[in-house]
């Protein structure tokens, strides 16, 4: 409204006859020399003193320290970029991403190339974190050949620097497979999402001591065949704990208390991004309020831009007044 109202009156004060050995010299708006401006441009810059690379031999001091490590979800260039930011040890790029991502009603929908072209974005902002990638249900249990392919393309494509698959002792030889081909694999035993069907639902692991045996089995036979870490999802906190003093590698706990090695939370639970009414497990804790945050800036936006409040003079480019005239000329004679 400011420049359509500024423009309005500057063609109006024009006199009828212009300089014409100008106008003539100039068919076209003469281009006025400014920097770039765009919308689409990386987020930010990086910070002038990074943090040293999270490494598996950092993770494994950090394990022998006692040093609680810390995983989260990322699923974008924007949540990788504010999660590196704020000092994750870890970012997953978990299939969880087909439905806090992608709208998918569950984690078996998503495919193998659309887990990469996700990966590739989270890798572009993760500069100090580990990156894992989950292998999506599909890639990977036919046989070990073919989860080693997988894994190599989650390296290769990617651009990740391990792998996360879920199973126990069946999976082994597969988890052998790609360690021996030196790819990082982050193990998950408990309840395994990929086989909520087979598992009646997402349903607690481990509450009997029979299921709790066969928890601590899978952990065991995942970390003999190279994890250097196991996922513990939805077990009982003391069945958690007890199985991560058996092992000799991190445990990362999601709804295993608190006596794991890590833990790790899907980002857009932890940050409340998303609307009122939506169920969340009861290991998630809500540690902000994306989505009202969100809510209240875009409704602004949409108020000023109705009441034409918004671009105000501030927000927007300006023009030489010469130009104008010229322009203002040029555009009566149309």
Not at 1 to 5: E, V
Not at 286 to 302: C, F, P, T
């Given at each position: 409204?400011?420049?359509?109202?500024s423009l309005a009156r500057s063609c109006t004060?024009?006199?009828?006859?212009?300089?014409?050995?100008?106008?003539?010299?100039?068919?076209?708006?003469?281009?006025?020399?400014?920097?770039?401006?765009?919308?689409?441009?990386?987020?930010?810059?990086?910070?002038?003193?990074?943090?040293?690379?999270?490494?598996?031999?950092?993770?494994?001091?950090?394990?022998?320290?006692?040093?609680?490590?810390?995983?989260?979800?990322?699923?974008?260039?924007?949540?990788?970029?504010?999660?590196?930011?704020?000092?994750?040890?870890?970012?997953?790029?978990?299939?969880?991403?087909?439905?806090?991502?992608?709208?998918?009603?569950?984690t078996s929908e998503i495919i193998l190339e659309?887990?990469?072209?996700?990966?590739?974005?989270?890798?572009?902002?993760?500069?100090?974190?580990?990156?894992?990638?989950?292998?999506?249900?599909?890639?990977?249990?036919?046989?070990?050949?073919?989860?080693?392919?997988?894994?190599?393309?989650?390296?290769?494509?990617?651009?990740?620097?391990?792998?996360?698959?879920?199973?126990?002792?069946?999976?082994?030889?597969?988890?052998?497979?790609?360690?021996?081909?030196?790819?990082?694999?982050?193990?998950?035993?408990?309840?395994?999402?990929?086989?909520?069907?087979?598992?009646?639902?997402?349903?607690?692991?481990?509450?009997?001591?029979?299921?709790?045996?066969?928890?601590?089995?899978?952990?065991?036979?995942?970390?003999?065949?190279?994890?250097?870490a196991i996922v513990l999802e939805a077990v009982?906190?003391?069945?958690?704990?007890?199985?991560?003093?058996?092992?000799?590698?991190?445990?990362?706990?999601?709804?295993?208390?608190?006596?794991?090695?890590?833990?790790?939370?899907?980002?857009?639970?932890?940050?409340?991004?998303?609307?009122?009414?939506?169920?969340?497990?009861?290991?998630?804790?809500?540690?902000?309020?994306?989505?009202?945050?969100?809510?209240?800036?875009?409704?602004?936006?949409?108020?000023?831009?109705?009441?034409?409040?918004?671009?105000?003079?501030?927000?927007?480019?300006?023009?030489?007044?010469?130009?104008?005239?010229?322009?203002?000329?040029?555009?009566?004679?149309?």
């Open positions: 409204m400011y420049i359509t109202r004060s024009l006199p009828r006859s212009t300089r014409p050995s100008l106008v003539a010299a100039m068919p076209f708006l003469s281009a006025f020399q400014q920097s770039r401006h765009s919308s689409h441009s990386p987020m930010g810059t990086p910070p002038t003193n990074p943090r040293k690379k999270v490494t598996i031999g950092t993770l494994r001091s950090m394990h022998r320290r006692g040093e609680p490590i810390t995983m989260i979800t990322a699923h974008d260039f924007p949540s990788a970029h504010v999660a590196d930011a704020a000092g994750m040890d870890m970012v997953l790029v978990g299939d969880s991403l087909a439905m806090v991502a992608l709208g998918m009603e569950d659309e887990m990469l072209l996700h990966c590739r974005s989270v890798a572009r902002a993760t500069k100090a974190a580990f990156t894992v990638g989950d292998l999506p249900m599909g890639s990977y249990e036919i046989a070990p050949q073919q989860a080693l392919e997988t894994a190599i393309r989650f390296v290769k494509e990617g651009r990740m620097q391990g792998i996360k698959l879920e199973g126990g002792k069946e999976m082994a030889q597969t988890i052998e497979k790609i360690t021996t081909a030196g790819i990082p694999v982050l193990g998950h035993v408990g309840l395994t999402p990929q086989r909520q069907n087979a598992l009646g639902g997402f349903r607690v692991q481990g509450k009997t001591s029979l299921g709790a045996m066969k928890v601590l089995e899978d952990a065991l036979a995942v970390q003999e065949a190279g994890c250097f009982p906190a003391e069945v958690a704990a007890i199985i991560t003093q058996k092992l000799s590698i991190p445990t990362i706990g999601i709804g295993a208390g608190n006596g794991c090695s890590g833990q790790v939370l899907v980002q857009v639970d932890m940050t409340g991004n998303f609307p009122p009414g939506r169920f969340l497990p009861k290991f998630v804790k809500k540690y902000g309020d994306v989505w009202g945050e969100s809510l209240k800036a875009i409704e602004s936006y949409r108020d000023e831009v109705k009441s034409r409040q918004y671009p105000a003079p501030e927000h927007t480019y300006p023009i030489p007044k010469e130009e104008l005239e010229v322009f203002c000329a040029i555009s009566k004679k149309l």
